[in-house]
């Protein structure tokens, strides 16, 4: 069969992914060179629910600054989003409390919340104008001398180089948290336009997220146990609503549970992201993070950023070698993926360890951050743009 050569191929259409080859056609003389895999790209998303052969996805995504402008520049910002202009962290039973503001840090908004099924559907809506081949379907790939070839059916391609984009968890470090995220759409009594809510409770993280769909809806991320998840996703609208405004306390007002819950176990996965001398990995394919501070997309799109920056000398003339640029990227990226896999991974850790004492000098962590502004915006500038290097 005749085997159709491209000079990178990316395994994975998810947001990530898909921003990639849109950074990448946009530095390449010829986009059709560029071959994204994945599931369902060629049939247009409804961008409020999934395409029609896969369901709506539940997730909403908080997207610092630095990727929602990186999206506009890729014309993928979708048409609805909330903005977050202050962060309000806080400890459940502790005095402390950092309250993080756009203004103190000269940014337009700290971030903006999307819809998952917005953001691919807008995505996907830019690559169909880009020129980057698409194909559905998402096998394996594997170096064959100069190649990287992928089989898909009865016919193969093959690339120069590959990217593993997709949800293949990375090998190396791990930890299991013992903790399930559950995740709940609902309108507050008296809501705060443009405020997001980060409490640490003794079981795990609680987060509160401003949503698209209306000034008084919040995304509920509420990170616990898995016995204490199974008792809210078994709980009435009501029931579950008295609890949440218990652990969250009375910022909000009292909370009406609408629409469906979900739940999603929590672990650490990080591995190298060169896999060996043909293939990257970026994204989760690279470090999958706990949700704590909303990091882990942010972190992708900024591999995704870099990888094509690194690239872009190589895509001009892709006839020469590009495997010292893998490898300069993946040095590159350590310090910024390491940093943030750092922090996302003791937050959740060190507020749950029951120890009064730990507790105690967390709260005192947090009112120190409050009083300390350098601080606070040296963590805050770590948390919106990353370790640069």
């Not at 998810?14 to 071959?35: E, M, Y």
């Not at 998402?138 to 009865?154: E, L, Q």
């Not at 306390?249 to 549970?257: K, N, V």
């Amino acid at each position: 069969m005749d085997s159709p050569t491209y000079d990178i191929a990316i395994s994975g259409a998810g947001p990530v992914g898909s921003a990639l080859a849109l950074i990448l056609a946009s530095k390449s003389p010829d986009p059709t060179r560029i071959a994204l895999l994945g599931r369902h790209m060629t049939q247009p998303d409804d961008t409020t629910g999934g395409s029609p052969t896969r369901p709506p996805d539940p997730r909403t995504l908080a997207l610092n600054h630095g990727s929602r402008v990186l999206l506009e520049q890729l014309g993928a910002w979708p048409e609805q989003s909330a903005n977050i202009d202050a962060v309000h962290v806080s400890q459940q039973g502790r005095l402390g409390r950092t309250l993080i503001d756009h203004q103190e840090l000269g940014v337009p908004r700290l971030g903006s919340v999307v819809a998952y099924d917005a953001l691919l559907g807008s995505l996907h809506g830019a690559l169909r104008a880009s020129g980057v081949t698409l194909i559905d379907a998402s096998p394996p790939g594997h170096v064959d001398g100069a190649r990287v070839r992928f089989k898909i059916g009865d016919k193969h391609i093959s690339s120069a180089l590959a990217v593993q984009s997709d949800g293949s968890r990375p090998r190396g470090v791990q930890r299991h948290y013992n903790q399930h995220a559950v995740l709940a759409t609902v309108r507050a009594v008296r809501p705060k336009p443009g405020w997001a809510f980060e409490r640490f409770t003794a079981q795990g993280p609680l987060a509160a997220l401003p949503q698209p769909q209306g000034k008084d809806l919040y995304g509920i991320v509420w990170c616990c146990s898995p016995i204490q998840a199974e008792t809210l996703m078994a709980q009435s609208d009501e029931a579950f609503s008295a609890v949440l405004h218990e652990t969250f306390g009375d910022r909000l007002g009292r909370f009406q549970c609408i629409g469906e819950r979900h739940v999603f176990p929590l672990s650490l996965h990080a591995g190298p992201s060169l896999v060996n001398v043909r293939t990257i990995a970026i994204g989760n394919a690279a470090q999958t993070l706990h949700p704590v501070a909303g990091q882990g997309l942010n972190l992708g799109l900024r591999d995704a950023a870099q990888l094509g920056q690194a690239l872009a000398p190589w895509l001009a003339r892709p006839q020469g070698d590009a495997t010292h640029l893998l490898d300069q990227f993946a040095r590159n990226r350590r310090p910024d993926r390491w940093l943030t896999a750092g922090i996302t991974d003791f937050l959740p850790r060190v507020f749950t360890t029951g120890n009064p004492l730990v507790e105690h000098a967390c709260g005192l962590a947090l009112l120190t951050l409050d009083l300390v502004p350098p601080l606070r915006n040296s963590l805050a500038r770590q948390l919106l743009q990353g370790l640069r290097t």
